[in-house]
Every structure is written in C-alpha cells, then in structure tokens.
C-alpha cells in the first residue's frame, strides 16, 4: 500500500459496530486496575511479550473471563470505556457500539447501575476529548442460558438510557439454539430495542438461519460462514440483514486459517451489508483501524469501497435518525 493510501485510509472517518467491552482491555489497563482493587491475577494470563495467553476458543473465554474478573467499581468500566474510545478516535473512528455484560458485572459483584454509569462516564468523556460518539448494546451470555438471557433483557428494559440502544447475545455458539432465546429477544424487541447476535462464526450456516428465522434481529455477528449457502447469501442481502464482519478475529480464532481464505469479499459482492470490526482488539492483536488497513492490504479494497463499508456500518447502526444523519455527513 503506498503511503498516501494508508494516510488516506487512517484519516477516512469508520464506524465499529461490534467490540466486546470486557475484551477491549487492554493488558496494562487489566494490571492498573486489579492492582487499584486489590486483585491478585491468575498465573499465565499474559505472555512474556505481554499479550494474552490462550491457545483455543475455549481458552480465549476462559481469559477473556479472567480479565474481566478483576473489575469491581463504576470507575473501572469507566476507564476501558474511554481507553478505548480514545484508541479508535485516533485510527478515525467516529460511531462505535460495544457489547456490555450485565452477567460479567454481577459475576464480580457489581450492580447493572455501576456498570452502565461508568460506561456512560466514559463515553461522555471520550466525545468531549476526541469527538467520538459512543453507544450500547446490552449482551446476555449464551452459555449461560435461555432463562438468564431473559433476566438480561428485563434489566435492559427496566434501566434503559439514551445511550443503550440493542440488544445482542454473545458467548459459547455451541451451546443451546438461536431460538432458545426467543423470548428475552422479544422481550427487547417488544420494547422497541434494535438486535443482533453472534451466528455463522463457530457454526456453520445454520446457525444463522436459526437467528434470522427465531429472533427479531436485523445484523449477525460475524455471520462469515453463511457464504456456504447460496440461498443463506441471498436471504440476507433480500432482507437487508448486516453482518458485523472481524477477519482479524476469525483469523486469530481459526475460523479460517489465513486472509487469502477469508469471505469478505464474497460478501460484499452479494450485496450484504458489511461493517468492519475488531471484536476484542487487545486479545487479537487487531484495531478497528488496522482492519480498515487490512482491506486494502489483504482484500485489495480500495478508498472509495472502504469509505461505502463506513456508510454501511453507520446505516445499520443502532444509533437514532439524528446521529445516523450528522455522521452519514461526516463519511460523505
């Protein structure tokens, strides 16, 4: 890529549509804040060369869990929030909407107010310092359960803000069906939040079939390996369903073993709306930026496709009329 291109592509305003906030931390921010609460971390979270240790998907939970075990205040949730607000702001991002896990905060004992007044803290503090505008999605665990996702979702109806704006499902794609969880997403839905959940990663096609015939969704998370169905393809470009695509991710969780072999363009030909994302930037050793990057480098993208993805993204965004219109703007 010449050195323009790349200027170009780091200055070209992006929208995130799926991070996980628990796995936006990055190995520093896990080592200040335990210490701030007196936390003691497990032997062998980190490598010598200061990243995350893990090996396989499950052992990819199994950290993410362990990092998230040492939050216990507002303030904490506060300041990954603005860490990295802060760090997609300086690769160009200017609309990001992360997962927050009720389940994760009450596991360490936090109540769903501290958890969602600190997010709030640092979004407020991200858009004052760097312009960024932040938003929510409330994430029920599907390991976790059917019944627990339907005490996710009334919590979500019952302390609902301004700045929460879906609804979404995370956690172990292995576990239960997409239509186990009818009925916390028709709680959400009922109450007027937009919805997503993750299929079509560790699952094949059917796995999205499951979500888009069972819940009131309008995106998938990843849903990259839908392209092994025709038909699939068809469906979600015809319904105007997006898929929230992280090749980084998919790479590191060897959905497929190289970006030669990645769908993503595949995708954007059939037509499906497509955003680009990091999903759990400190773990994959990706950004939201360098996926940007990465779309011109390794699927020959070139400016103005990368700047459609942005006008993609912040279409099927959750974010309302208003914030839509002034960002849509701002892409151009």
Known sequence: ???????????????????????????????????????????????KDDTFAWNDFVEF????????????????????????????????????ETFISPDHAAAVGMSYDD???????????????????????????RHLGPEQAVVVAQQLVDNSHPYIVGFGMGGNESMFTQADFAPAFNIAAAAGFACTTHAGEVLGPESVWDAIDNLPVTRIG??????????LITELAKRGIALEV?????????????????PLNKILEAGISTSLNSDDAPFFATTVGSE????????????EQ???ISRMAMQASFADAHTKARLLAVIG
Not at 12 to 36: D, F, M, Y
Not at 72 to 93: L, N, P, S, V, W
Not at 246 to 262: E, F
Not at 296 to 303: E, H, Q, S, T, V
């Open 222 to 231: 990843h849903g990259v390996r839908s392209v092994e169905d025709p038909a």
């Open 115 to 141: 958890m969602l007044s600190g997010c709030v803290q640092g979004i407020d503090d991200a858009q004052r310092d760097f312009g960024i505008v932040g938003r929510l999605i409330v994430s029920c665990v």
């Open 306 to 308: 990368l700047r459609n």
């Open 292 to 303: 940007y990057q990465s779309g011109a480098n390794d699927f020959g993208l070139d400016l």
């Open 246 to 262: 992280c090749p980084g991710s998919n790479i590191a969780l060897s959905v497929y073993p190289n970006l030669a072999s990645h």
């Open 1 to 47: 890529m010449s050195e323009s291109l790349a200027s170009q592509i780091q200055n070209l305003p992006k929208v995130e549509l799926h991070s996980h906030l628990e796995g936006c931390i990055p190995p520093g921010l896990v080592r200040t804040i335990a210490k701030r609460n007196g936390i003691t971390l497990k032997e062998g979270l980190f490598t």
């Open 61 to 96: 939970l199994q950290a993410y869990d362990e990092a998230s075990f040492c939050l216990r205040k507002a303030q904490d949730y506060r300041d990954i929030m603005y860490t990295y607000m802060e760090q997609c702001a300086a690769e160009g991002t200017i609309y990001a």
